[in-house]
Every structure is written in C-alpha cells, then in structure tokens.
C-alpha cells in the first residue's frame, strides 16, 4: 500500500533519467524497511502546465508524497524522509542547483481506503 509520487518538472526530466531515479526512490524506501517491497508503488510523474517562482525558465522543482499507512512512529517517518531527500541530491548531484525539492508524509487511514493486491501472494510464494 505505501506510495512514492514523484512530481517534477519538465526540465528535470531533461536532465534526469527518471527511470534510474524512480528506482533509486523505490530500492532506498525499501532499505528502510519502513515500506514493504510486497505493497510499494513508486511513480514520477511530469505535468505539461507549471509556473515556478519568479518565472525563469532555470527553475526546477521535485516534490515527493510519501505515503504509508498510520501507525508508524515519527522516527520512521524521519527516517524514511531523510533517506528520500538523501537519495535525490544523490542523484542529481549538481542537477539540484536552481531546484526546490521538498518531500511530504501522508498517513493512509486503512478505514477509508479499498485496496486488492495479489502481487503479495505471488511474492510469498516466491514466483
């Protein structure tokens, strides 16, 4: 069930290989062992339309949601958001100059949520 959204803007995917960082973001959430490989999406997403700041075209932005279900103490939350944030300036080095990066923890309540998953199963059985 936990997520990693990636939204960022078009001119980090020109700079960026995506592919590399969302797998980056999705083996370090894992490292933690705060998110289960069995449940984690991770997925970046890039929208056509955006306005950063004061307008030049240099500006860049990442944002990142993390989202997990409730339960987890607020020293897992800061670890798995230190390890997010640490993972990104890893991977965009010198790419980070001009860049606005934040990264966010949202709690899923389990009581408002529907969720099918027959990727776990599978994995358990090691298929």
């Known amino acids: 069930m936990p997520h990693i959204i990636v939204e960022c803007s078009p001119n980090v995917a020109e700079s960026t290989d995506l592919d590399a960082l969302a797998h980056a973001l999705h083996t370090t959430a894992i490292a933690t062992g705060i998110a289960p490989m069995d449940a984690l999406r991770t997925r970046v997403i890039v929208p056509s339309h955006h306005v950063i700041a004061d307008e030049r075209p240099e500006n860049k932005y990442i944002a990142i949601v993390a989202r997990l279900a409730v339960g987890r103490t607020p020293e897992a939350r800061d670890t798995l958001l230190d390890a997010l944030v640490g993972c990104?300036?890893?991977?965009?080095?010198?790419?980070?100059?001009d860049t606005a990066l934040s990264v966010e923890y949202q709690e899923i309540q389990?009581?408002?949520r529907r969720n099918v998953n027959q990727l776990r199963a599978r994995l358990d059985a090691g298929a």
């Not at 990104?88 to 100059?97: F, H, P, R, S």
């Open 88 to 97: 990104v300036i890893g991977q965009l080095g010198d790419g980070m100059d």
């Open 110 to 112: 389990l009581d408002a």
